[in-house]
């Protein structure tokens, strides 16, 4: 399947319609024990079109600033803006307006899907050695604590250029819940709690230890009131001043200040700052039993959740549910065979050809898929259609990254995913946030022996390869049925997928879907949440050669919903997944 330009995704939606494809409807409870089943599609029904307010997302404070903005008028966009000022604020660990995002959004009125990459860049100086002292790779928290980890921050300007073309309320007034927290001051969750007391790493750096440390000389704990004058200061700037604000005054300098300070000065200057643009682009969609399944293209690695979903079409064993042993062990292997391919070919288009439509190939697909029973450890990446052999990766993606998901009264949509990398970024903080950490998403060996590049090496103004893929799920008409995604670092692709299969293919509720056990493969062992597992099941594994050992990525975070007739009508499904704090609610419809 091919990347469709925003405009072009409807003319495609038009040819799976002509062709008699249509959405089943689900029943059932919504967010309960009930199980919901699809209807088969010779019994689809004419589905009410989807509309919100819906917004799901990892602190209820968040969420409530949103539903404050679709309560005033303002679009699915407008609420971003402030569902992400706040997240900066009260989750700091996981996103902020240092970092970057990937976001999807649908347009109600239009039927169009648009991408925005707000994925950092690296400075003008960079090099692919970025990472390099006296001819070797530095430690990896040597690199993250470093100022050449930072890239220009891309998730302000992206969030700027999708409101300027989505937005209905004026700028100025989607940052006020987060200046009131910031001055005011916000109880600190258990789970941002956790992260302060961490005795290393980046919570443990001059900036971090300024703002964590209370005047009595102890750390902030859950239940204590943390307050934010530079963070309100700098939110009032960009609510007065815009994008500009933040990209070309006050703020570019004391991050270009911040990053130039030892240890490991970075490179990062104002006028990488001024010079970061993002990008525009259209949904990579897929259609996938009776839906139509939409992510970013590359350096988003959705392309990777595609190739899963269109091997697992061609395992049976997939679709023997939540309980089969032989369901998870068929999808653990195409994970493999996923993150081989994805390891060695994803990332900045710009840059590398990305062989996208190879990749997604049906033919490409089902010929990955059968190697999957023969998988006795790493697999191989393949040669799709078009793909030149790029040099191994050596990328390691860390802990620090949310999602959210927002729909508004007239149906719009926003699946955002949004990161500062590791857990609080650098550990720096320039005008209240802490800055991103995200470089190190750059390949630390950025060739191989024979001297063939990495995919995914560092270079001047690159982006580096992402795994953050949101979501948007339509039926074969064009119409909004649902939105996802999740952090969790290198394990996104694993978390969406699962999430995908479990609420579409098994027909759980989204809420049981998200809570279900996690299960990562990626090279020659199966991470997992094996707690979550039961012993049945572990055995059942087991037996298949899968032996769980605990997860060492970050946890899943999904949030997100699905449009599903329930016992009371049609209405969001949603859920927020209970390793983290957040919530998923609605509000009354206009």
């Known amino acids: 399947m091919k990347s469709f330009p925003s405009r072009s995704i409807r003319v495609f939606m038009a040819a799976l319609a002509a062709a008699g494809l249509a959405l089943a409807a689900c029943t059932g ?6 199980s919901i089943q699809p209807r088969p599609a010779a019994q689809a029904v004419q589905t009410p079109p989807a509309r919100g307010p819906f917004v799901a997302a990892a602190n209820p404070l968040a969420v409530e600033a949103g539903l404050k903005i679709l309560r005033q008028g303002g679009s699915a966009v407008d609420a971003a803006v402030a569902v992400q000022a706040v997240l900066g604020l009260v989750e700091p660990q996981s996103s902020g307006l240092g970092g970057g995002a990937f976001m999807m959004v649908f347009d109600a009125a239009t039927g169009e899907v648009t991408s925005y990459d707000g994925r950092e860049t690296a400075p003008a100086a960079a090099t692919p050695e970025l990472f390099h002292e006296n001819g070797r790779p530095m430690g990896f928290g040597e690199a993250v604590l470093s100022g050449r980890s930072t890239g220009a921050p891309g998730a302000v300007a992206m969030l700027a250029m999708a409101q300027a073309a989505h937005g209905r309320l004026a700028w100025n007034a989607l940052f006020d819940d987060a200046g009131r927290l910031a001055r005011d001051g916000f109880v600190v969750s258990p789970r941002l709690a956790g992260f302060i007391a961490a005795t290393r790493g980046q919570a443990r750096t001059r900036w971090a230890d300024g703002y964590f440390t209370k005047t009595n000389g102890e750390r902030y704990v859950a239940g204590d009131v943390l307050r934010n004058p530079a963070y309100a200061e700098t939110v009032a700037e960009l609510a007065a001043g815009g994008a500009d604000a933040f990209y070309r005054g006050r703020i570019a300098r004391e991050i270009a200040a911040t990053v130039a300070e030892a240890p490991r000065p970075g490179a990062l200057t104002v006028e990488d700052i001024a010079a970061y643009r993002p990008v525009e682009r259209g949904g990579l969609c897929r259609p996938w039993r009776i839906y139509v399944v939409c992510v970013p293209p590359p350096p988003s690695s959705g392309v990777a959740v595609l190739q899963l979903l269109a091997m697992a079409e061609a395992t049976p064993d997939i679709a023997l549910g939540p309980d089969s042993p032989e369901a998870w062990t068929a999808f653990a292997q195409l994970q493999r065979l996923m993150y081989a ?8 288009p710009g840059f590398v050809r990305v062989p996208v439509q190879g990749l997604l190939d049906p033919v490409y697909t089902a010929s ?3 190697l999957a029973t023969g998988l006795t450890g790493a697999a191989d990446a393949g040669t799709p259609p078009g793909g030149v052999i790029a040099g191994p990766d050596a990328t390691r993606e860390a802990a620090g990254t949310s999602h959210f998901v927002i729909v508004d009264a007239a149906g719009n949509a926003v699946s955002m995913t949004t990161t500062v990398e590791s857990v609080f970024g650098s550990g720096r903080m320039a005008a209240g946030f802490f800055l991103n950490n995200q470089l190190t998403d750059f390949s630390f060996a950025p060739t191989r022996p024979d001297g063939a590049p990495a995919a995914n ?10 795994s953050m893929a949101p979501i948007l799920i339509l039926d074969r008409q064009g119409r909004l049925v649902g939105a996802l995604g999740s952090p969790g670092g290198t394990s996104i692709l694993a978390y969406n997928a699962r999430a995908l299969i479990a609420v579409l293919d098994w027909g759980l509720p989204v809420q049981a879907a998200f809570d279900l056990p996690n299960l990562v493969a990626r090279g020659d062992g199966f991470g997992a949440d094996t707690e979550r597992f039961s012993e049945p099941l572990r055995q059942g594994l087991a037996a298949r050669g899968v032996t769980l050992r605990p997860n060492d990525s970050e946890t899943s975070g999904l949030h997100g919903a699905i449009w599903r007739e329930g016992p009371t009508g049609w209405g969001w499904d949603g859920g927020a997944d209970d390793r983290r704090e957040g919530v998923a609610r609605t509000g009354p419809r206009e």
């Open 341 to 348: 391919d994805r390891d060695r070919y994803v990332g900045d």
């Open 457 to 466: 090496a560092a270079a001047p103004g690159k982006r580096p390869r992402s």
């Open 368 to 370: 990955r898929a059968i």
């Open 29 to 34: 409870g919504f967010g309960g024990t009930s």
